[in-house]
C-alpha cells in the first residue's frame, strides 16, 4: 500500500487504543512506514537510501522487514532499551499493521527467512482499496478525536 495508508491505518488504530494521545499516534504512524526501508523509493528509503540500498542489495523488498521476526527483534529491543511498553505497543501496531497492508497488495515474506509469502490479496499499490483504506484510518483518528473532544466539553 501507499506510504499515506501505511501512517494512516496505525495513526487511527493507535488513536482508537490510546485515546488519542498524540505521541502515541504519531510513534505508531512514523513506525507504519519503517518496514519499507528495503525500498529505496519508499518514503523512508528515499530518507536513508545509504541504508535502503543495502538492505535491499542483501535481503531483496518485502522480506527481512516485512517479517514477524522484525516484529518480535525491535519489539524486544524496545524493551530492552527501556522505551515504555506503551511505546512499544505502537511500534509493534506501526510495524504489524505494515505487514497486514502489503499483505493485501501482493504479499510479504511474513516467516523469514522462509521464502514463502503471505498473500491477503492482490490489490494495486495506488488503487481503490488504497484509497479506501486510508479514508478509513482518517475515520479511526478522527472518531477517537471526536470522542476525546466530547469528554474535554462536557466531562462527566
Ligand atoms: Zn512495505
Do not use: N
Not at 501505511?6 to 505508531?28: E, Q
Not at 535502503?52 to 519489539?75: D, E, P
Not at 524486544?76 to 511505546?87: A, C, D, E, K, S
Not at 493485501?104 to 488503487?127: A, D, F, M, T
Request: aromatic residues 10%; contains cysteine.
Amino acid at each position: 500500500m501507499s506510504g499515506r495508508t501505511h501512517v494512516l491505518i496505525p495513526a487511527g488504530i493507535a488513536a482508537i487504543l490510546f485515546d488519542s494521545d498524540p505521541l502515541l499516534v504519531l510513534t505508531a504512524g512514523i513506525a507504519g512506514l519503517v518496514p519499507d526501508i528495503d525500498e529505496p523509493y519508499s518514503v523512508i528509503g528515499q530518507r536513508l537510501w545509504f541504508l535502503a540500498w543495502w538492505i535491499k542489495y542483501l535481503c531483496g523488498h518485502r522480506t527481512m522487514s516485512h517479517s514477524l521476526l522484525m516484529v518480535g527483534v525491535v519489539s524486544v529491543l524496545g524493551l530492552l532499551v527501556l522505551i515504555p511498553p506503551v511505546y512499544v505497543c505502537a511500534i509493534a501496531i506501526g510495524l504489524g499493521s505494515h505487514l497486514v497492508l502489503d499483505g493485501l497488495s501482493g504479499g510479504v515474506q511474513l516467516w523469514w527467512p522462509s521464502k514463502q509469502r503471505w498473500v491477503i490479496g492482490q490489490y494495486p499499490i495506488y488503487g481503490t482499496t488504497d484509497r479506501l483504506l486510508m479514508v478509513g484510518g482518517m475515520l479511526l483518528f478522527l472518531v477517537s478525536w471526536w470522542s476525546r473532544m466530547q469528554s474535554v466539553v462536557s466531562p462527566q
